[in-house]
């Protein structure tokens, strides 16, 4: 029997379950919530968390880091990460959105240089841990891809370096949010620096891994 596209479509889809609206958001939120909760244990159990953590959660600088890490966390997951799940990812142009905490966290570093005295400046980029922060944040991000990962294993990226990118842009973010819990770092320069750095190094370990293992 001669069939024609149409009857083609219906015959190869008849047996197809049906997936939920939300299907990919579920996913997604899955793994990233499954790999935050590992992230957690860790600096918990690992690193520890901050001893002044019930005077450190009132403070600004607590929540400027907070802040910063989950704007770039959510941005990424809602405007990079979400989109390159799907076979046709669609544009990408919403990123400039990361734009808006980045200018707003370097503002006020800005501002702390131009109130400080000059001699104190380096104290304020450097902190106690700048050579360790970045790498930690590389290391709390990997439970985090890995959860991506997991999720990304039933999608259909295609553009899997881009993929790569934004899930270890995502789950860097993610990752330097959890890591607020033990950072007693409270100069914004010293966020808009190392902590960026870190995520930054998260994304780029993730476009170099991400053909490798998101293929389908």
Request: charged content about 10%.
């Amino acid at each position: 029997m001669k069939l024609n596209t149409q009857q083609l479509i219906e015959s190869l889809s008849r047996d197809v379950p049906r997936v939920g609206a939300n299907a990919l958001a579920k996913r997604i939120g899955f793994g990233i919530v499954g790999g935050c909760l590992v992230t957690t244990v860790l600096v918990i159990g690992v690193l520890g968390v901050r001893s002044d953590w019930q005077l450190a959660v009132l403070s600004f600088s607590f929540w400027m880091k907070w802040t910063y890490t989950v704007s770039l966390g959510g941005i990424g997951t809602a405007f990079a990460l979400a989109r390159l799940a799907r076979p046709i990812s669609g544009s990408l142009r919403s990123l400039w959105l990361l734009a808006i905490p980045v200018v707003m966290v370097a503002g006020v570093g800005i501002h702390e240089l131009a109130t400080a005295p000059p001699d104190t400046w380096r104290a304020l980029w450097l902190g106690r841990s700048w050579i360790i922060c970045p790498w930690l944040v590389l290391t709390l991000a990997a439970p985090i891809f890995a959860g991506l990962l997991w999720a990304f294993r039933t999608l259909a990226p295609t553009r899997l370096r881009l993929a790569g990118a934004a899930a270890g842009l995502a789950a860097g973010a993610w990752g330097a949010a959890v890591y607020c819990l033990h950072c007693p770092e409270t100069s914004a320069i010293f966020v808009i620096t190392w902590y960026s750095l870190g995520i930054i190094l998260a994304s780029g370990a993730g476009a170099v891994i991400g053909p490798r293992l998101m293929r389908w």
